[in-house]
């Protein structure tokens, strides 16, 4: 479980690639702190098991089903990635909840600068789409951020300062891809809602509780 607040921005420092598995080696600080082999660490969104540990990096390895899910596989050497161990029960959590389960990827449509905070537009799959609301949470490459517009085929998060120069945001460019986590909590609410009748369809839906204004 994770809060989706970024501890640090690491870099990618090797890939080893055999077929549908992946070992990754990533430049860190931060997070190494306290970190056993074994733990868990969020990369860009996806949580991964620490399976070495050394000075100044740590090594996870992913298997095809979370290569075909997400972005890890398209890191090269030197990519900056956003980093978040897993929290402790005795941890705030200041953003919400992020499993580090990875639900799709979606593409930035529009990076726009307002005076002090950037508005980020992506397009996410289609079948996400009904898990976003305004002010709802989403987790873009592990980020918590919070829904501001929700229009046609996107969504725009606004960014703060901190969180653009803290964070791989920053580095973004319109048509890049990114990881997204829709928040797991209306995962569960459709899921309840559909279990009145899921073979006729007539269980309510995120989509008819809107159109009741709900």
């Given at each position: 479980?994770?809060?989706?607040?970024?501890?640090?921005?690491?870099?990618?420092?090797?890939?080893?690639?055999?077929?549908?598995?992946?070992?990754?080696?990533?430049?860190?600080?931060?997070?190494?702190?306290?970190?056993?082999?074994?733990?868990?660490?969020?990369?860009?969104?996806?949580?991964?098991?620490?399976?070495?540990?050394?000075?100044?990096?740590?090594?996870?390895?992913?298997?095809?089903?979370?290569?075909?899910?997400?972005?890890?596989?398209?890191?090269?050497?030197?990519?900056?990635?956003?980093?978040?161990?897993?929290?402790?029960?005795?941890?705030?959590?200041?953003?919400?909840?992020?499993?580090?389960?990875?639900?799709?990827?979606?593409?930035?449509?529009?990076?726009?600068?307002?005076?002090?905070?950037?508005?980020?537009?992506?397009?996410?799959?289609?079948?996400?789409?009904?898990?976003?609301?305004?002010?709802?949470?989403?987790?873009?490459d592990g980020i918590s951020l919070t829904v501001a517009q929700v229009e046609g085929r996107a969504f725009t998060a606004a960014i703060i300062p901190h969180?653009?120069?803290?964070?791989?945001?920053?580095?973004?460019?319109?048509?890049?891809?990114?990881?997204?986590?829709?928040?797991?909590?209306?995962?569960?609410?459709?899921?309840?809602?559909?279990?009145?009748?899921?073979?006729?369809?007539?269980?309510?839906?995120?989509?008819?509780?809107?159109?009741?204004?709900?």
């Amino acid at each position: 479980m994770f809060t989706g607040l970024i501890e640090e921005v690491g870099a990618v420092r090797r890939v080893q690639r055999q077929g549908a598995f992946q070992r990754l080696e990533v430049s860190a600080r931060l997070v190494l702190e306290g970190t056993r082999l074994g733990d868990s660490i969020n990369i860009n969104g996806a949580c991964q098991t620490a399976v070495e540990l050394g000075a100044d990096y740590f090594a996870v390895e992913s298997v095809e089903e979370t290569l075909q899910r997400t972005t890890l596989g398209a890191l090269r050497p030197g990519d900056p990635v956003n980093l978040e161990r897993s929290v402790r029960l005795q941890d705030r959590l200041g953003g919400h909840l992020v499993l580090g389960h990875v639900d799709g990827v979606g593409r930035i449509s529009q990076i726009e600068t307002r005076q002090r905070e950037w508005l980020v537009s992506v397009e996410p799959p289609a079948e996400l789409l009904r898990y976003l609301a305004f002010k709802g949470s989403i987790a873009i490459d592990g980020i918590s951020l919070t829904v501001a517009q929700v229009e046609g085929r996107a969504f725009t998060a606004a960014i703060i300062p901190h969180t653009f120069d803290q964070t791989t945001l920053g580095r973004r460019r319109r048509g890049d891809v990114v990881n997204l986590e829709v928040d797991v909590i209306a995962r569960y609410v459709e899921r309840l809602l559909r279990a009145g009748d899921p073979a006729s369809g007539t269980g309510l839906t995120l989509e008819k509780m809107r159109d009741m204004g709900y």
